[in-house]
């Protein structure tokens, strides 16, 4: 047979997507909030998403010739989309710890859950939010519990002076604040 007419499966077909990695024998921590939106997403998707792509395919496939028919076509994939995010949100959710951050409300020292405000080097003072990693969002100021800086900065705090490793070099920051969620 010709190797021309195999048919290998692109990265977006591939069956299961690999999970972020977690640290060997680590736990996927994860904040009560951050949990919740993952449970509401994959709901939705159970409950909402998947059962409108699948009335669609039904009704596209009822319109006879499936091989050039667009609504089917496109529905199947989608629902390999749907079907692959709710995998992956399962199995996210079952291995999922959650740590509520509010239980460290008023300590000083840097746990799971923390904002925290460290100055740099050359005196840029940032704000990170140490958030798991299935909830991190770098735009807003919140890091993975196994980035670097995370890392650097858990078990600290505030006034200490800790050693960055950085792609560029080490460098040294200051935490200068602490903070936690009020308990609710």
Do not use: C
């Not at 939106?37 to 009335?55: C, T």
């Not at 079907?83 to 000083?108: M, N, Q, W």
Request: net charge negative; no cysteine.
């Amino acid at each position: 047979m010709n190797k021309a007419f195999t048919r290998e499966p692109d990265a977006s077909e591939e069956d299961d997507p690999q999970l972020p990695a977690l640290p060997a024998g680590g736990k996927n921590y994860i904040t009560p909030s951050g949990y919740a939106r993952l449970r509401a997403e994959l709901m939705d998707l159970i409950d909402k998403e998947r059962p409108k792509v699948v009335d669609v395919v039904h009704w596209a496939a009822s319109n006879g010739d499936r091989s050039e028919n667009g609504d089917y076509l496109y529905g199947k994939k989608r629902l390999r989309e749907i079907d692959r995010r709710i995998r992956f949100l399962t199995k996210r959710l079952e291995i999922a710890e959650v740590v509520d951050p509010s239980v460290h409300h008023g300590s000083d020292q840097i746990y799971f859950g923390a904002k925290v405000s460290y100055v740099d080097e050359q005196g840029l003072e940032r704000t990170v939010t140490i958030l798991g990693i299935d909830e991190a969002d770098s735009a807003q100021g919140q890091v993975s519990w196994i980035s670097p800086i995370a890392r650097t900065l858990l078990k600290a705090r505030e006034g200490d002076v800790l050693r960055l490793i950085t792609p560029a070099g080490a460098e040294e920051i200051e935490v200068l604040q602490v903070s936690y969620p009020t308990p609710a």
